[in-house]
């Protein structure tokens, strides 16, 4: 059967117990292992014993499934199977689990299901099986989205706030439930107690999972200081790369789409004035500065070959810290060459 994700989520609360698998699965796979972790945690603090197993095992041993929630748990009598990348080569499994005696609960996480998959048409036609599709959020979900994961914490989130922090995790659920588990220590949050999260206490902390904050190493880059993108880039600490070339990306994304607008005729300022809370407002002055000076040809240009580093990274290439700081280096370049023929 099909359920939305605030009802998967209740599973965190109370198991219900005519359900023998639920199956988080959808392109949003981070919000997927998400709601899977907190299901986890909470039957975990109830006493319930977490066993963990590894999809790709049950095509070679469809029972394994079988054998392992019919067995005794060695915390108690209660036990919940985490059942991770499942997908169709586990059908027979499921199929064996549904005809086997009732045993521990299935929690199964699985990335998107393919049209026509025979596992996911099983689990939505078996009542026995609660199947929970989660999509990709988008800016606009971001207050509705931040509001609940930050409510059971003891905060409240602004807009603008939401709006930070979701751009800064790229919409990623464990992301950003790992920063709001942070501000909500830093806030001394209590749910009977809940504190106002503002734009002043991400900057204090610095957003993007712990990570040495971004904003000041971008908008050296995209202004053309060199200086201190030297000294900044410097800083960053290892395993950065990927994050901070996402966080270029969507920058010089968003210029190049603010610089038609400065082509059509208005100023950098009045286009920067106009986005409102779409830009943090310690960020607007580099946004003008970086109008003033970048083309549409040169962000074009910075932005494919941010997006080449990235892909890189990824395809184990051989590019690695060292060579990103190179890389935005040379963008600084570019902007600080930018900005003196517009002098």
Not at 299 to 315: H, M, N, P, Q
């Given at each position: 059967?099909?359920?939305?994700?605030?009802?998967?989520?209740?599973?965190?609360?109370?198991?219900?117990?005519?359900?023998?698998?639920?199956?988080?699965?959808?392109?949003?796979?981070?919000?997927?292992?998400?709601?899977?972790?907190?299901?986890?945690?909470?039957?975990?603090?109830?006493?319930?014993?977490?066993?963990?197993?590894?999809?790709?095992?049950?095509k070679d041993d469809p029972q394994a499934l079988v054998a392992a929630v019919?067995?005794?748990?060695?915390?108690?009598?209660?036990?919940?199977?985490?059942?991770?990348?499942?997908?169709?080569?586990?059908?027979?499994?499921?199929?064996?689990?549904?005809?086997?005696?009732?045993?521990?609960?299935?929690?199964?996480?699985?990335?998107?299901?393919?049209?026509?998959?025979?596992?996911?048409?099983?689990?939505?036609?078996?009542?026995?099986?609660?199947?929970?599709?989660?999509?990709?959020?988008?800016?606009?979900?971001?207050?509705?989205?931040?509001?609940?994961?930050?409510?059971?914490?003891?905060?409240?989130?602004?807009?603008?706030?939401?709006?930070?922090?979701?751009?800064?995790?790229?919409?990623?659920?464990?992301?950003?439930?790992?920063?709001?588990?942070?501000?909500?220590?830093?806030?001394?949050?209590?749910?009977?107690?809940?504190?106002?999260?503002?734009?002043?206490d991400l900057a204090a902390l610095g957003i993007v999972s712990g990570e040495?904050?971004?904003?000041?190493?971008?908008?050296?880059?995209?202004?053309?200081?060199?200086?201190?993108?030297?000294?900044?880039?410097?800083?960053?600490?290892?395993?950065?790369?990927?994050?901070?070339?996402?966080?270029?990306?969507?920058?010089?994304?968003?210029?190049?789409?603010?610089?038609?607008?400065?082509?059509?005729?208005?100023?950098?300022?009045?286009?920067?004035?106009?986005?409102?809370?779409?830009?943090?407002f310690r960020e607007k002055p580099f946004y003008i500065k970086a109008l003033?000076?970048?083309?549409?040809?040169?962000?074009?240009?910075?932005?494919?070959?941010?997006?080449?580093?990235?892909?890189?990274?990824?395809?184990?290439?051989?590019?690695?810290?060292?060579?990103?700081?190179?890389?935005?280096?040379?963008?600084?370049?570019?902007?600080?060459?930018?900005?003196?023929?517009?002098?």
């Open positions: 059967m099909k359920i939305d994700a605030a009802r998967a989520a209740g599973f965190a609360k109370a198991w219900p117990p005519d359900v023998r698998l639920l199956l988080l699965h959808g392109p949003d796979e981070s919000a997927s292992r998400d709601i899977a972790r907190q299901i986890a945690a909470a039957q975990a603090a109830a006493g319930v014993g977490v066993t963990d197993l590894i999809g790709a095992t049950l019919t067995s005794l748990s060695m915390f108690g009598d209660r036990e919940l199977l985490r059942l991770d990348g499942l997908d169709d080569d586990g059908l027979e499994a499921i199929e064996a689990l549904l005809a086997a005696p009732q045993g521990h609960a299935v929690l199964a996480v699985a990335g998107s299901l393919k049209k026509g998959s025979k596992l996911l048409a099983l689990a939505e036609r078996e009542p026995a099986i609660a199947a929970c599709i989660n999509y990709e959020a988008t800016q606009r979900d971001a207050p509705r989205l931040l509001a609940d994961m930050a409510a059971p914490l003891g905060l409240r989130l602004d807009q603008e706030v939401a709006e930070s922090l979701f751009e800064s995790a790229d919409g990623d659920r464990m992301v950003l439930r790992a920063e709001l588990e942070k501000f909500a220590l830093y806030k001394n949050a209590q749910p009977g107690a809940p504190q106002r999260l503002t734009l002043d040495a904050e971004l904003f000041a190493p971008i908008g050296a880059i995209t202004i053309g200081d060199v200086e201190s993108a030297v000294e900044l880039v410097g800083r960053l600490p290892d395993g950065v790369a990927i994050p901070l070339l996402r966080a270029l990306e969507r920058r010089f994304a968003t210029l190049a789409q603010m610089r038609a607008d400065v082509d059509a005729g208005k100023t950098p300022a009045a286009v920067v004035d106009a986005a409102g809370r779409a830009i943090f003033s000076a970048w083309t549409q040809n040169g962000l074009a240009g910075a932005l494919a070959d941010v997006l080449a580093a990235e892909r890189a990274i990824k395809a184990g290439g051989g590019t690695a810290d060292l060579g990103v700081q190179s890389l935005l280096l040379g963008l600084a370049r570019r902007a600080a060459a930018a900005q003196q023929r517009q002098r």
